[in-house]
């Protein structure tokens, strides 16, 4: 069970989803929900450092974050008018994904729900992505909830009936697991554990069907890890299905088969790889995350923040690529 939940928030809007999506899961899991917004001081602004321009400065920013304060109050007031759930407020100091990360860390924050303005390339790369920055610098798992147009819609959003677990064999991605089974229990979710086979050789591309008899082994090993899995899940009370499927695209075939299922939720774990790593080779995760319309549960397991440097990719026994 969650004890509390961080939604960072940044007065526009947008953040209304993640709130709400926080509050029911608050709610049902006796949970307290904190509201975090970052205030930069004068030096992220470029201001000078003059004494006449400091003066001001402090001035400007005392009003600034009095007028923060003043949303964020109002923020908490209304959501205490429509939940249960326990309610506090911060406002904190510096750049935004540093000052979250702290506030989560001193806090013992278990989980962070964020909505994502789903920014891709060169607005992404200019002006950064804070849920990307905590999913790949903290070990906290993420909520991604993904505003709909009608995002100041008050009306509460519907549970996570349906999950699905992309799996690949490593135990990084299994990872993901118990924070699975951590939230599906307090959404009363059923689970869907897929993987996905990529073809190694060059006649499997050209006919990527199940049907095909060299596919046997491969399929047959992959239901068998999916459905261990699935058996002691099931041990524990959830309705958990299993799924295998064949493409070149590992993340589309993530996004597609979420589509096809109407799933509410992608849960997956990633090395949460950046820099030149990332740009070059790219993250199933991370692609997920900013190309489907599902929310997603993100999770950079401990063992994945602990390498110092970026990994040689993984190879698992079969050739299938490790899930990242």
């Not at 899991?29 to 400065?57: C, D, I, N, W, Y």
């Not at 999913?135 to 993420?142: D, F, K, L, N």
């Not at 489907?292 to 079969?318: C, F, G, I, N, Q």
Request: a neutral charge.
């Amino acid at each position: 069970m969650y004890k509390m939940i961080m939604v960072p928030t940044d007065g526009s809007g947008f953040d209304r989803e993640a709130i709400r999506v926080a509050l029911r899961v608050a709610e049902r899991s006796q949970a307290k929900v904190r509201l975090v917004r970052v205030h930069s001081t004068g030096a992220f602004f470029g201001m000078e450092s003059s004494p006449e321009a400091a003066t001001v400065s402090v001035g400007v920013l005392q009003q600034e974050r009095d007028r923060i304060l003043r949303e964020l109050y109002a923020l908490a007031a209304e959501c205490r008018n429509t939940s249960d759930a326990k309610i506090g407020l911060a406002l904190e100091d510096g750049p935004v994904p540093d000052a979250l990360q702290a506030y989560a860390s001193r806090n013992k924050v278990d989980l962070i729900v964020i909505s994502s303005h789903g920014r891709g390339g060169i607005t992404r790369l200019s002006l950064g992505s804070v849920t990307d920055s905590l999913i790949r610098h903290t070990t906290i798992p993420v909520l991604v909830v993904k505003p709909h147009a009608s995002y100041l819609n008050p009306e509460a959003g519907e549970p996570f009936r349906r999950i699905v677990v992309p799996l690949d064999g490593s135990s990084l991605a299994e990872q993901i697991l118990p924070e699975v089974v951590a939230l599906a229990k307090v959404e009363e979710s059923e689970l869907t554990l897929l993987r996905v086979l990529v073809p190694p050789t060059s006649s499997q591309k050209r006919i990527a069907d199940k049907k095909i008899p060299w596919w046997d082994k491969d399929i047959a090993a992959a239901e068998g890890y999916l459905f261990s899995i699935a058996t002691k899940l099931r041990e524990d009370g959830f309705l958990t299905t299993t799924e295998v499927v064949i493409s070149e695209n590992i993340a589309q075939a993530i996004a597609d088969y979420a589509r096809k299922v109407r799933a509410d939720l992608v849960a997956i774990a990633t090395h949460g790889r950046g820099g030149v790593s990332r740009a070059l080779r790219g993250s199933v995760a991370d692609v997920v995350t900013r190309t489907s319309p599902t929310a997603m549960l993100v999770l950079r397991p401990v063992s994945a923040l602990a390498e110092e440097e970026p990994a040689k990719e993984a190879r698992l026994p079969d050739g299938m690529p490790v899930i990242a």
